[in-house]
C-alpha cells in the first residue's frame, strides 16, 4: 500500500533552517511528484510547491520562492524540503502529498505532518 | 487570500445534505480539474474527489463532486456526525503554475 512517513518534529530558532523528509513506499516513486503543503496553527492548507520525482522539474509559490528547495532522492524514494530563514510565523504542520509526474492535479496520498516549531 | 473561495462555514442537521460551493477564474478551475479534501480534527488531509467528479476506492457514494464553468461543488447527503471536518477544494492555477487551495469549510452536523 502506498505510504508516505514523514520526519519527526522540530523545533528552531528564528533565522535557521529546517530539512524535512518525505520517504515513500508502495509505488514507483519516479512515476509521481511530492507536493508540500503547510498548515500554520487553526489556519487553512497552503500549497508551498512541488518537485516531479519523474524528471526533477519545480514549482514553487511565489510566497516561498528564494526561501525554499525541494529534492528529491531516488535511490530511497525520499522526498525532502528545505526552509531557510526561519521565521515565527513558519510555525506550522508541514505535508507532503503524491501527486502526478507532470501536473500536480489530485494529492491522493499524504503523509502524516511534520510539526516545524519556531521559537527563540 | 487564496485564488479559490469557499464559505467558511456550513452547517445541517444529521441526514440532510449540504453542498459546499469553490469559486475561482478560467485559469485554474475554468480549465484544469478539481479535488475535494476533507480534513477530520487533528488529522491530515484526505482525498476525497478528484477529476471534478470521481470517487477514490473506499469513498462513499454520499459524496459526490461537480464543475460548471468557474465554479465547483462538493456534495454530502445522509449527513454523519462523522462527516463533520474541514473541506478544502484544489485545483491548478495554468497562469501562476501554482495548485492552490481554497480557504476551507468548516462543515457542522447540528
Known amino acids: 500500500q502506498v505510504q508516505l512517513v514523514q520526519s519527526g518534529a522540530e523545533v528552531k530558532k528564528p533565522g535557521a533552517s529546517v530539512k524535512v523528509s518525505c520517504k515513500a513506499s508502495g509505488y514507483t516513486f519516479t512515476g509521481y511528484g511530492i507536493s508540500w503543503v503547510r498548515q500554520a496553527p487553526g489556519q487553512g492548507l497552503e500549497w508551498m510547491g512541488w518537485i516531479s520525482a519523474y524528471n526533477g522539474n519545480t514549482n514553487y509559490a511565489q510566497k516561498f520562492q528564494g526561501r525554499v528547495t525541494m529534492a528529491t532522492e531516488t535511490s530511497t524514494s525520499t522526498a525532502y524540503m528545505e526552509l531557510r530563514s526561519l521565521r515565527s510565523d513558519d510555525t506550522a504542520v508541514y505535508y507532503c502529498?503524491?501527486?502526478?509526474?507532470?501536473?500536480?492535479?489530485?494529492?491522493?496520498?499524504w503523509g502524516q505532518g511534520t510539526l516545524v516549531t519556531v521559537s527563540s | 487570500q487564496s485564488v479559490l473561495t469557499q464559505p467558511p462555514s456550513v452547517s445541517a442537521a444529521p441526514g440532510q445534505k449540504v453542498f459546499i460551493s469553490c469559486s475561482g477564474s478560467s485559469s485554474n478551475i475554468g480549465n484544469n480539474y478539481v479535488s475535494w479534501y476533507q480534513q477530520l480534527p487533528g488529522t491530515a488531509p484526505k482525498l476525497l474527489i478528484y477529476d471534478n467528479n470521481k470517487r477514490p476506492s473506499g469513498i462513499p457514494d454520499r459524496f459526490s463532486g461537480s464543475k460548471s464553468g468557474t465554479s465547483a461543488t462538493l456534495g454530502i447527503t445522509g449527513l454523519q456526525t462523522g462527516d463533520e471536518a474541514d473541506y478544502y477544494c484544489g485545483t491548478w492555477d495554468s497562469s501562476l503554475s501554482v495548485a492552490p487551495f481554497g480557504g476551507g469549510t468548516k462543515l457542522t452536523v447540528l
Open positions: 502529498a503524491r501527486v502526478g509526474a507532470v501536473i500536480p492535479f489530485k494529492s491522493d496520498y
